[in-house]
């Protein structure tokens, strides 16, 4: 369960599903700073893992699992329609999330920084989308689910 962890261990580890029932992943398995966290068919490969790493007050980090590198909105930009990637772990504000809960058993993931959500853009469930950050407005498209 990510409530109340504190470090990281196989229970932290998560595919992280949308609502068109893709997963994040990391493009062929990337270990490169800046590549892109997409949706794609879930398919249980390591890139599609990330470990929600709590940092304290409410907020986590998300490490991609095959890479160790963290989610990311680069440069710590605040305006919505922002491509996410994967960057090295640094501490900085954006590269932390806090986790809502919603009905449904689905979770809302809003950036520290800008406040605002982890989006597929127009709800779309095409393969290869990269996820953007984007104006919490309680649509579908910002509804993710953590399978362990």
């Known amino acids: 369960m990510v409530s109340g962890a ?3 261990s ?3 580890i998560f ?3 949308t609502g ?3 997963c ?4 062929n398995g990337s270990k490169a700073n800046n590549a892109p966290i997409n ?3 879930c398919d249980g490969s390591a890139e599609q893992k990330f470990v929600f790493r709590d940092i304290g007050g409410g907020f986590f980090n998300i490490v991609a699992a095959h890479s160790g590198l963290c989610v ?3 440069n710590g930009q605040t305006g919505n329609n922002i491509p996410v990637n994967q960057f090295q772990c640094d501490g900085s504000p954006e590269q932390q999330f806090e986790v809502v809960y919603g009905g449904g058993g689905f979770v809302n993931i809003i950036a520290r920084h800008s406040g605002k959500c982890l989006d597929v853009p127009n709800g779309s469930a095409a393969d290869n989308l990269q996820l953007i950050q984007f104006a919490c407005d309680g649509s579908a498209a910002q509804q993710f689910y953590l399978n362990e």
Do not use: C, L
């Open 24 to 27: 994040w992943d990391v493009p």
């Open 72 to 74: 990311d909105v680069p």
């Open 20 to 22: 068109s029932d893709k």
């Open 39 to 41: 949706q794609f068919q």
């Open 10 to 12: 196989a229970a932290d």
């Open 15 to 17: 595919q992280v599903v």
């Open 6 to 8: 504190t470090t990281a």
